[in-house]
């Protein structure tokens, strides 16, 4: 077999670094941000495994369908599918709520990352040491190849970072399970680069089904680049080095390279991420809901006093969340239900909550504003609020970080809360408490199946979102008043 | 060239083409355009099954790949005794369809088509048990929509940014073929345009991978995207409806650029296919004619490699340099030449492996010429017109030759093509295998059942 050097350049540092990377080199705070990493997205995936969520649904029964060895679980069913099928439907799991947290350089790594680490390691038997390792190192890899792209030039040419970005991040956590040395390594890297992509088109399909089927897209091209890489299947050596036809002409027209290995070894990126989300809806809106409810809460005030809402944000924020046709990219429709139901559930994302004729009367006196002066403000995502009252106030709040994000962070204790919320949309609360557990000791895990064990979900549990005396439907996750 | 942003006004065109795919009927195919197409058919299986050669590595690989993923016994793995499901099939035989290099192409809209949406009909067909006359009809339906779209998107500008026409524009091509033989009809049909848009992909990146492995498996990956697109949409997944037309249009996307008459102009009246050039070398094309030149001259002058002092070309002078000394050996005209005189032929063994260790094509290959040459301008990009002069102890030999054999206007006899096939698959399947596929193809509209076709291509003895 025909092995190629990746040569000296920045893939080269990178792939060394990462083939070397292991456990060990994770200091302990990281670890333990990396273990609520996996439990948050655990929490989403199994809220996303519900047939409600048709895009989860369709792509597990296109795994079903598609047969082959049985060796890695798709999560909230009954059934084991090719590491590569498991890839797919959970990955369009992960974000198919898009409840799930830890997005880092405007990407929505976990996930794609951690259905990548459970499936490749659930077929590999690894540990929990190995998966957190892995998990470092593809959030490592899609990090670097993303800033040095400069992500937010990827919008403007219709790719989707999240998705070109995670083909890198999934093929190196599938290559780093699957021990590869660092020519196979670096030939993963290629071979994902030559099938990334991810379009932003689903901002046009209000079935919401190929908004998540880009994620999931992007785990199954990691893990066939890795497993192909793996087999001897050569590929580009140096995909992120720039050369005569590059991934940065390609997605975005920047190139960086020094971003792809700036600071290599020292913070690690899974360490840096945004934070967690508590609304289940792009989380650009969530400092607009945050403004609101503090609005109503403070000035004692109900829906029925709204006359109108203003929803400023950045102006570069505006045009993906105003009168998107996706409820949950959707401003208008999101500030509306929350100001009548007081928060959000993932069940008014998935029904429209417009039947309610206060909600659709609302939504069409929220007027969002992309205001250029808020641009500057250091906050990803700010928001500003005014509520003109039916009596003829107008009330203001400012918001700079939604609960949640790493400047006003959720408690631990709130996060776990989020988790059993979800979770127990699918799974029993000794199950959900047993898999909390578990991963809180995930690095004294021997092997990766026993988690895969609790996500397994028989079939007829899978009829319908799972529900438990007492407790809602769908979750409030934390919102609620 | 339209720019983006006027396309707002106009109507939805995905609506409009996906019309075209799915109530373009048989009938309304020229009985010479079937032919054609069989004919088109058959060289690319020929080509397929040699990448499946012990000799190459790239058999082996997938072969593994496929025997650990598994998947439902669906369709055909070409070449090797295992089925899977039809879109890792796709995956597979896509990728065997160009590993060699030798299958036709359509030189204008830079598309292997074959490769793309021979594999995907007949994993689809097969899997539908559908007649051969719906495979043909769908091969025929899915190089124009791979044609096209590479045109609408823009060939040289998809080169530009880094993406490989075959890859990102022949998942179109894929797709048409099997959502024909779904049977994908109404919305279902624009969702998996829509899908089919947000999964394709194929980056030019190949170029600097010397096992040469990652640059069929472009055409693998749009073979599996368009069958996994119509294959998701039969499901009730959802996708944009409009991708040609929507916010976030796939011409943005690729290019930034979107000729909407390519993807109408003469639709249903002429037919890509017709267009496609069949290769006898396994190089660059530009070289063909000249290849043409130097094998006449050794025919009719009864020159042999070894009475050769000197090889001149002459090739137009906007595009000599792509091929005068490249390092790349397909697109290395002294080598390439060489070679071809020693041999008598230009297989894809030789091109992976450097034969300039046989001191006679390499001394050879230090004697060839490349000259630039602007009277040739005058045609070129349209054609590679080519000079060559072949100077022995004996004279002075030339032709000039403006069309290579394999092309449209120069077409291969069915004796040459049967050669043809028969070389690529000889250390594969045995003479009576290989007229069995050679009979079944040529009267391929009249097999109830594509099975009988996909049967004959599993491993042999």
């Given at each position: 077999?025909?092995?190629?050097?990746?040569?000296?350049?920045?893939?080269?540092?990178?792939?060394?670094?990462?083939?070397?990377?292991?456990?060990?080199?994770?200091?302990?705070?990281?670890?333990?941000?990396?273990?609520?990493?996996?439990?948050?997205?655990?929490?989403?995936?199994?809220?996303?495994?519900?047939?409600?969520?048709?895009?989860?649904?369709?792509?597990?029964?296109?795994?079903?369908?598609?047969?082959?060895?049985?060796?890695?679980?798709?999560?909230?069913?009954?059934?084991?599918?090719?590491?590569?099928?498991?890839?797919?439907?959970?990955?369009?799991?992960?974000?198919?709520?898009?409840?799930?947290g830890a997005s880092v350089a405007r990407q929505h790594v976990p996930a794609v990352l951690v259905?990548?680490?459970?499936?490749?390691?659930?077929?590999?038997?690894?540990?929990?040491?190995?998966?957190?390792?892995?998990?470092?190192?593809?959030?490592?890899?899609?990090?670097?190849?993303?800033?040095?792209?400069?992500?937010?030039?990827?919008y403007p040419h219709s790719f989707h970072p999240s998705a070109v970005f995670g083909y890198f991040?999934?093929?190196?956590?599938?290559?780093?399970?699957?021990?590869?040395?660092q020519p196979r390594f670096a030939n993963a890297l290629g071979i994902a680069g030559s099938n990334?992509?991810?379009?932003?088109?689903?901002?046009?399909?209000?079935?919401?089904?190929?908004?998540?089927?880009?994620?999931?897209?992007?785990?199954?091209?990691?893990?066939?680049?890795?497993?192909?890489?793996?087999?001897?299947?050569?590929?580009?050596?140096?995909?992120?080095?720039?050369?005569?036809?590059?991934?940065?002409?390609?997605?975005?027209?920047?190139?960086?390279?020094?971003?792809?290995?700036?600071?290599?070894?020292?913070?690690?990126?899974?360490?840096?991420?945004?934070?967690?989300?508590?609304?289940?809806?792009?989380?650009?809106?969530?400092?607009?809901?945050?403004?609101?409810?503090?609005?109503?809460?403070?000035?004692?005030?109900?829906?029925?006093?709204?006359?109108?809402?203003?929803?400023?944000?950045?102006?570069?924020?505006?045009?993906?969340?105003?009168?998107?046709?996706?409820?949950?990219?959707?401003?208008?429709?999101?500030?509306?239900?929350?100001?009548?139901?007081?928060?959000?559930?993932?069940?008014?994302?998935?029904?429209?909550?417009?039947?309610?004729?206060?909600?659709?009367?609302?939504?069409?006196?929220?007027?969002?504003?992309?205001?250029?002066?808020?641009?500057?403000?250091?906050?990803?995502?700010?928001?500003?609020?005014?509520?003109?009252?039916?009596?003829?106030?107008?009330?203001?709040?400012?918001?700079?970080?939604?609960?949640?994000?790493?400047?006003?962070?959720?408690?631990?204790?709130?996060?776990?809360?989020?988790?059993?919320?979800?979770?127990?949309?699918?799974?029993?609360?000794?199950?959900?408490?047993?898999?909390?557990?578990?991963?809180?000791?995930?690095?004294?895990?021997?092997?990766?199946?026993?988690?895969?064990?609790?996500?397994?979900?028989?079939?007829?549990?899978?009829?319908?979102?799972?529900?438990?005396?007492?407790?809602?439907?769908?979750?409030?996750?934390?919102?609620?008043? | 060239?339209?720019?983006?942003?006027?396309?707002?006004?106009?109507?939805?065109?995905?609506?409009?083409?996906?019309?075209?795919?799915?109530?373009?009927?048989?009938?309304?195919?020229?009985?010479?355009?079937?032919?054609?197409?069989?004919?088109?058919?058959?060289?690319?299986?020929?080509?397929?099954?040699?990448?499946?050669?012990?000799?190459?590595?790239?058999?082996?690989?997938?072969?593994?790949?496929?025997?650990?993923?598994?998947?439902?016994?669906?369709?055909?793995?070409?070449?090797?005794?295992?089925?899977?499901?039809?879109?890792?099939?796709?995956?597979?035989?896509?990728?065997?369809?160009?590993?060699?290099?030798?299958?036709?192409?359509?030189?204008?809209?830079?598309?292997?088509?074959?490769?793309?949406?021979?594999?995907?009909?007949?994993?689809?067909?097969?899997?539908?048990?559908?007649?051969?006359?719906?495979?043909?009809?769908?091969?025929?339906?899915?190089?124009?929509?791979?044609?096209?779209?590479?045109?609408?998107?823009?060939?040289?500008?998809?080169?530009?940014?880094?993406?490989?026409?075959?890859?990102?524009?022949?998942?179109?091509?894929?797709?048409?073929?099997?959502?024909?033989?779904?049977?994908?009809?109404?919305?279902?049909?624009?969702?998996?345009?829509?899908?089919?848009?947000?999964?394709?992909?194929?980056?030019?990146?190949?170029?600097?991978?010397?096992?040469?492995?990652?640059?069929?498996?472009?055409?693998?990956?749009?073979?599996?995207?368009?069958?996994?697109?119509?294959?998701?949409?039969?499901?009730?997944?959802?996708?944009?409806?409009?991708?040609?037309?929507?916010?976030?249009?796939?011409?943005?996307?690729?290019?930034?650029?979107?000729?909407?008459?390519?993807?109408?102009?003469?639709?249903?009246?002429?037919?890509?296919?017709?267009?496609?050039?069949?290769?006898?070398?396994?190089?660059?094309?530009?070289?063909?004619?000249?290849?043409?030149?130097?094998?006449?001259?050794?025919?009719?002058?009864?020159?042999?490699?070894?009475?050769?002092?000197?090889?001149?070309?002459?090739?137009?002078?906007?595009?000599?340099?792509?091929?005068?000394?490249?390092?790349?050996?397909?697109?290395?005209?002294?080598?390439?030449?060489?070679?071809?005189?020693?041999?008598?032929?230009?297989?894809?063994?030789?091109?992976?492996?450097?034969?300039?260790?046989?001191?006679?094509?390499?001394?050879?290959?230090?004697?060839?010429?490349?000259?630039?040459?602007?009277?040739?301008?005058?045609?070129?990009?349209?054609?590679?017109?080519?000079?060559?002069?072949?100077?022995?102890?004996?004279?002075?030999?030339?032709?000039?030759?403006?069309?290579?054999?394999?092309?449209?206007?120069?077409?291969?006899?069915?004796?040459?093509?049967?050669?043809?096939?028969?070389?690529?698959?000889?250390?594969?399947?045995?003479?009576?295998?290989?007229?069995?596929?050679?009979?079944?193809?040529?009267?391929?509209?009249?097999?109830?059942?594509?099975?009988?076709?996909?049967?004959?291509?599993?491993?042999?003895?």
């Open positions: 077999m025909p092995t190629q050097d990746a040569g000296h350049g920045p893939t080269a540092a990178l792939t060394a670094y990462a083939t070397r990377f292991t456990f060990a080199d994770l200091p302990a705070a990281a670890a333990a941000d990396a273990k609520m990493v996996v439990l948050d997205t655990l929490g989403a995936l199994l809220l996303g495994s519900a047939p409600q969520y048709t895009a989860s649904w369709l792509t597990g029964e296109l795994a079903r369908r598609a047969g082959g060895t049985p060796e890695s679980t798709v999560i909230g069913r009954d059934f084991k599918a090719p590491v590569e099928s498991a890839a797919l439907a959970n990955g369009t799991m992960g974000y198919a709520a898009d409840i799930e259905p990548v680490a459970l499936a490749v390691g659930e077929r590999e038997h690894a540990d929990g040491k190995a998966l957190l390792a892995a998990l470092t190192v593809g959030y490592e890899i899609c990090s670097r190849a993303g800033e040095a792209c400069r992500t937010e030039y990827s991040g999934a093929a190196a956590t599938a290559a780093h399970l699957l021990r590869l040395d990334a992509t991810g379009l932003m088109t689903w901002v046009d399909d209000p079935t919401e089904n190929s908004r998540p089927l880009v994620i999931g897209m992007a785990a199954r091209g990691g893990v066939t680049a890795a497993l192909l890489a793996q087999m001897g299947f050569g590929g580009p050596p140096a995909i992120l080095d720039g050369g005569k036809y590059s991934i940065y002409d390609a997605y975005a027209g920047e190139m960086h390279l020094d971003r792809v290995t700036d600071g290599l070894g020292e913070a690690l990126w899974i360490t840096q991420h945004y934070g967690y989300k508590r609304h289940p809806c792009c989380g650009d809106i969530h400092t607009g809901i945050d403004a609101l409810l503090s609005i109503l809460d403070d000035h004692r005030i109900g829906s029925d006093d709204i006359a109108a809402i203003v929803h400023r944000v950045k102006a570069d924020r505006a045009p993906v969340i105003d009168n998107n046709p996706l409820k949950s990219h959707c401003a208008q429709y999101i500030m509306a239900v929350a100001a009548v139901r007081g928060k959000i559930e993932s069940a008014d994302i998935l029904e429209d909550r417009r039947a309610d004729p206060r909600i659709k009367s609302l939504s069409n006196r929220v007027r969002l504003v992309g205001d250029a002066a808020m641009d500057p403000w250091p906050a990803h995502a700010p928001a500003v609020v005014d509520v003109a009252t039916r009596d003829g106030r107008t009330l203001t709040a400012r918001v700079d970080d939604a609960k949640g994000r790493r400047d006003n962070p959720m408690t631990k204790a709130e996060l776990e809360q989020k988790f059993m919320d979800l979770a127990t949309t699918r799974i029993s609360r000794s199950a959900a408490t047993r898999l909390m557990e578990l991963v809180f000791r995930l690095d004294r895990v021997a092997d990766v199946g026993q988690i895969a064990a609790l996500l397994q979900v028989s079939g007829d549990a899978g009829a319908g979102l799972r529900r438990e005396p007492k407790r809602p439907a769908s979750p409030s996750l934390g919102g609620g008043r | 060239m339209t720019a983006l942003s006027s396309r707002a006004a106009q109507t939805n065109m995905t609506d409009r083409f996906a019309r075209w795919v799915e109530t373009f009927p048989y009938e309304r195919i020229p009985a010479e355009v079937v032919d054609r197409t069989k004919e088109i058919l058959h060289d690319g299986l020929g080509a397929l099954l040699s990448a499946t050669s012990p000799r190459y590595d790239i058999g082996g690989v997938l072969r593994r790949f496929v025997q650990e993923t598994g998947g439902t016994p669906e369709a055909q793995v070409f070449g090797t005794d295992l089925r899977t499901n039809c879109a890792t099939a796709a995956l597979v035989n896509g990728t065997f369809g160009y590993y060699c290099d030798i299958e036709s192409h359509h030189a204008g809209a830079i598309m292997h088509a074959i490769a793309v949406v021979g594999p995907a009909a007949l994993a689809v067909g097969e899997r539908m048990h559908r007649s051969g006359r719906d495979v043909v009809a769908a091969i025929v339906v899915g190089i124009d929509a791979a044609c096209r779209l590479s045109y609408a998107l823009g060939g040289a500008a998809l080169y530009a940014r880094g993406f490989h026409p075959t890859c990102v524009a022949g998942t179109y091509g894929s797709l048409a073929a099997a959502a024909r033989l779904y049977g994908l009809q109404g919305p279902a049909l624009r969702h998996a345009f829509g899908l089919a848009g947000t999964e394709t992909s194929g980056l030019l990146a190949w170029v600097s991978d010397e096992t040469e492995h990652s640059r069929p498996y472009n055409m693998g990956l749009a073979s599996r995207h368009g069958v996994f697109a119509a294959h998701l949409a039969s499901c009730g997944f959802g996708g944009p409806p409009a991708i040609f037309d929507g916010k976030y249009p796939l011409g943005h996307a690729f290019t930034g650029q979107w000729d909407e008459s390519a993807l109408f102009q003469g639709l249903g009246d002429t037919f890509k296919v017709t267009e496609i050039a069949i290769k006898q070398y396994a190089c660059c094309a530009f070289i063909h004619p000249g290849l043409d030149g130097l094998f006449e001259i050794m025919e009719q002058e009864r020159v042999r490699a070894g009475d050769i002092r000197r090889i001149t070309l002459r090739y137009p002078a906007g595009g000599y340099q792509v091929i005068d000394g490249n390092a790349l050996r397909s697109h290395c005209a002294q080598y390439v030449l060489a070679l071809a005189a020693h041999k008598g032929a230009v297989d894809f063994d030789d091109i992976l492996h450097d034969r300039r260790s046989d001191p006679g094509i390499r001394a050879l290959s230090e004697r060839v010429s490349v000259v630039g040459d602007k009277e040739l301008d005058r045609t070129y990009p349209d054609l590679y017109r080519s000079i060559i002069e072949v100077e022995t102890a004996a004279g002075r030999y030339t032709r000039d030759v403006t069309y290579p054999k394999g092309s449209p206007q120069r077409p291969l006899s069915r004796d040459e093509l049967d050669h043809k096939f028969a070389r690529l698959t000889a250390d594969l399947i045995s003479p009576r295998r290989r007229d069995e596929i050679t009979g079944m193809v040529r009267r391929l509209e009249e097999v109830p059942d594509v099975t009988e076709l996909t049967r004959l291509l599993r491993r042999d003895g």
